[in-house]
C-alpha cells in the first residue's frame, strides 16, 4: 500500500511565502513523476507543477515563475516552494504520484493540504 502525506500548508499573507512537503511511503518499488495539484472551491484540479525521477520539471502557467519544485529520491519526498502567493493561489493542494508498487504504474494521491492567502 503506498501513501502520500503532505504537510506545509496554511495561511499566509499575498505576497508571502510557503514550502509544501509530500513523503511517499508504503510499497513504492518505483517512484516516477511526482507533482502537485490544486482545486480551488467549485473549480476542477488543475496541475500546478510536475517531476520527473530524473529531475525534469513542468510547471503550469498560472504559477509559472513564483514556484519551484524539487525532489529527494532518497527520501521519495517532493518539494513545491512557492513565493509571491496571491489570493487566487488559495486552493487544496494535493501532492500526486505515479507510482510503481508492484502491481504496475498507478496514480496516487494525497489527502490534500489547504493553502490560504489574504489580502
Known amino acids: 500500500q503506498v501513501q502520500l502525506v503532505e504537510s506545509g500548508g496554511g495561511l499566509v499573507q499575498a505576497g508571502g511565502s510557503l514550502r509544501l512537503s509530500c513523503a511517499a511511503s508504503?510499497?513504492?518499488?518505483?517512484?516516477?513523476?511526482m507533482g502537485w495539484y490544486r482545486q480551488a472551491p467549485g473549480k476542477q484540479r488543475d496541475l500546478v507543477a510536475l517531476?520527473?525521477?530524473?529531475?525534469?520539471?513542468n510547471y503550469a502557467n498560472p504559477m509559472k515563475g513564483r514556484i519551484t519544485i524539487s525532489r529527494d529520491n532518497a527520501k521519495n519526498t517532493v518539494y513545491l516552494q512557492m513565493s509571491g502567493l496571491k489570493p487566487e493561489d488559495t486552493a487544496v493542494y494535493y501532492c500526486?504520484?505515479?507510482?510503481?508498487?508492484?502491481?504496475?504504474?498507478?496514480?496516487?494521491w494525497g489527502q490534500g493540504t489547504q493553502v490560504t492567502v489574504s489580502s
Open positions: 500526486y504520484g505515479s507510482i510503481d508498487a508492484g502491481r504496475g504504474e498507478r496514480n496516487y
Open positions: 508504503g510499497s513504492t518499488l518505483r517512484i516516477n513523476a
Open positions: 517531476i520527473t525521477s530524473g529531475g525534469s520539471t
